[in-house]
Structures are given as structure tokens and as C-alpha cells.
């Protein structure tokens, strides 16, 4: 059995719903659906789950919500059209939209999670009912039957383990395909609660996993994931096979096609994952998959830079010396609720590279202050512009002069590094330069490996 899912713009109008159904009835294995919520249409034009997220706002501040809701209902009504799809079979969609804002909410977080998971719950629905139209007997499972369980702030929760119990238990016919919605599961009072952003590819992998899938995938609107962001990088190759850590490196640092937290629920499971291109069905796409058996095709698989970090950069004489330095560095973070990325460090200094998105301005002058009262320090620099570039393969693990070739590359673009450093499992290597000269990293990097005489002898 195939776990198979549809992205945003794969469920955004009729047409796109009657190519994700085509997919679906190809497939005899193809039975178990999850849908997001209609994404774009064209450019310019706007997800319902943001269509969701002003209605709970307007909820919120008790305007009048009758247009959004109008609006929002319109985007199922012309799919449900589209097919010709009887009137009253769209009534519990509208009901369900109308009625969003009496419902029990404990507070505006759970509110705002509720109306947002609408999106992919009317979708799903709207789903059933079209299959069921066309002739192929389907039916909706909500996660609160299918036990999806999950704990965590609102809007951004986290499974837990019973709900793989829930569905091993649950009740399937052979004769009938299920459509469940992404995004969302039920905290243990039975409140609704969201992944983070983009998690219907989550829900995906814990279909996967629990109800023992072959493979899962994940249908989008690219045909392959490949090994670098096309917007940097002029025809990057696709990705043929990949493994989970590979992935899981790679989406560390930009690499968004597949939701990174789905790769967990499929790692437990060891379910490949295949991305796929909804309007190109015929793509193979891209397989993730487990690193037990992975065949290796190339040294590098992946180059990526992400540029949303931050560094502090401290110099003190003697500072290995020091008892617990770090230690009393790390406390001063904890109290400010700020996590750290990466530590790379030398004799007498220390760099400590933070998630810039997760500090305001005033918490980093906060933090600098302490250390500079505290450690009294020779250097103390805020490095608000510290990209980091990531090089992974499978490839690269127990091979010699992979760094070689990447500092080569990028000494040949005159772009200087501010971080080197290899992560123990051998599989990646990471650079840390400044924000404007992260992308031409990236490209000298790709051209080095994948353009290059060497290419060949990998
Ligand atoms: N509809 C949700 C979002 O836009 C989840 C998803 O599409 O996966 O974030």
C-alpha cells in the first residue's frame, strides 16, 4: 500500500483536483490520500489556509467575517462545480465554515489552529465526496477517529507515540480508498492543534508509518528535489536517490520541498519517501530513503546556504584554560530562552552561531552586555550577517581531499570562509561566510562537483 499526498497547489481548483485524482486511480496500491489545504492558483493569489488565518483574526477582533467566509467558501464550491457536484453535498462544508467561530476554544492559539486545519479538513472531505462522484468509493477519516494525538504548543504540535497504536487499531475495508487531512491532530482533550506550517507532509509520514506503507509519496509541484536551489544555481541536476540523513542535513539549511520534521516519522518507520510532481507524473521524482543498502552515485548530493544566522564572536587569551567558560556562556542563553546553533571554537576564542529568526534586537544587546560585565572579554563581535553553506553527500564520508576541493572553489571566487566545520558522521561539511557571498559559494561549490573534469573519478 502506498500512502500518497497532495500538496497545496496539487488541491487548489478543479483542474489540479482532477490530475491528483488521475494519479490516485492509476495506482490499485494508491489508497490511502492526504490532502492540504487549496493552495495558489496563480501568482498573486492566496492560500485558504492564509484565507483561514485573516477569518480567525477578523473573528478575533469581532469584525464582520461574512466576505472572507464567503470568499473561502467559493474556492471549494468551484472545485465541487468543476465536477458537477450535486449542491447539498457541499452543505457540511459550508456549515462547518460558517459555524467556525462558536466553536469551544480555550484560548485564541487553540481558536487560530482550529479555523487554519479547515483548510486541509474541508479539502479532505470535499475530496471523499468527488471520488465518491466519479465512481471510486472513498471515504473521510478525520484524525480525531483516526486517534491522531498530538501534544505541544497549538500551532505547533508534535505527535505522540499512541497514535500509532490508534492506527493500527483502526477499522479499513479493502474496498475503499480513505482521504484524510493533512496538518493537524487532536491534543488529549480533544482540542484541534496544527503542525508547524506546511506539516500536511507530516501527516503523511505518520500515515506512512503507521499504517505500514510501502512508500509515501508526496506529490508536488517540482520534479525532483535537486542538488541545489534552481534560483541559485542555472539547471541543478535532480536527485535521483537520497538518503534520510542526507535530507535531513540538506533541509537544515534550505531545502524545503519535503517538511523536515516529516523525515522523522518515516526514519521510524524506515518508509521511502518519493517526491513527486503532481502535473508530471511520469517524473520518477525523488527517493529518500534509508541509509542501510544505500548505493552511493556521486560524492556530493547537495549544496545548499541558508543565510538567517547570526555569530558571537569572543577572543580572550588563556580562555581554554578557563574552568567552565562555556558552561557560564551557556547559562547567560538559557536565561534569555535563546538556543545556539553551532559552537566552533579555537584556543583563545570561541564563535557562537545563533538562529538570527529567534533573537530581537534587544536580547542580543541583552547577552552581550552580560558576557562583556561577566567575562571582560579582549574581543566581544556581533556578527549580524553569517551565512552558512552546506556540501552533503554519502559520498564524502571516509574520502580524502573533499575539503580540499571545497575551500579550492571557493578560494577561486575570492569569497572568504568564517567557519569551517565537518560533522561526525563525515557526510557533511559546513561553511560559514558572509550573507552576500553565500550564493556564489554555492555555485563555485556545485560547479566544483558537478561540472568539473574531477566529476568523473568520484
Ligand atoms: N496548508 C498548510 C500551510 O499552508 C499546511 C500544508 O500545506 O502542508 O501551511
Redesign the pocket.
Known sequence: MKVVKF??SSLADGQSFQQAIKIITADPERWVIVT??P?KRHDGDT?V?DLLIEYANQTLRHEDTSSICQTILQRYQAIADYFGVEKSALQPIEDALVNLPNGDYPDKNYLMAAF?AH??RLNARLMAVVLNHLGYKSRFVDPSEAGIIVSGTPNNATVLPITYDNLAKLKINDDERLVFP??FGFTPTKHIATFS?????ITGAILARGLKARVYENFTDVDAIFAANPNVVKNPVPIKRMTYREMRELSYAGFSVFHDEALIPAIEGQIPVNVRNTKNPSAPGTMIVPENGFKIASMVTGVTCAKHFAGLYLHKYLMNKELGFSLQILEILKKYHVSYEHMPSGIDDITIIFDRDQLTDVKVDRICNEIQEKFDPDTLRWIDDYAITMVVGEGMNHQVGVMARIAHAVAKHHLSLTMVNQGASQISIMIGTKGEDADEAVRAIYDEFFNSQEKEND
Do not use: P
Open positions: 500538496g497545496g492540504s489545504a493552495g492560500k489556509t487554519k483548510g486541509e493533512g496538518f506550517r506546511g506539516g500536511s507532509d
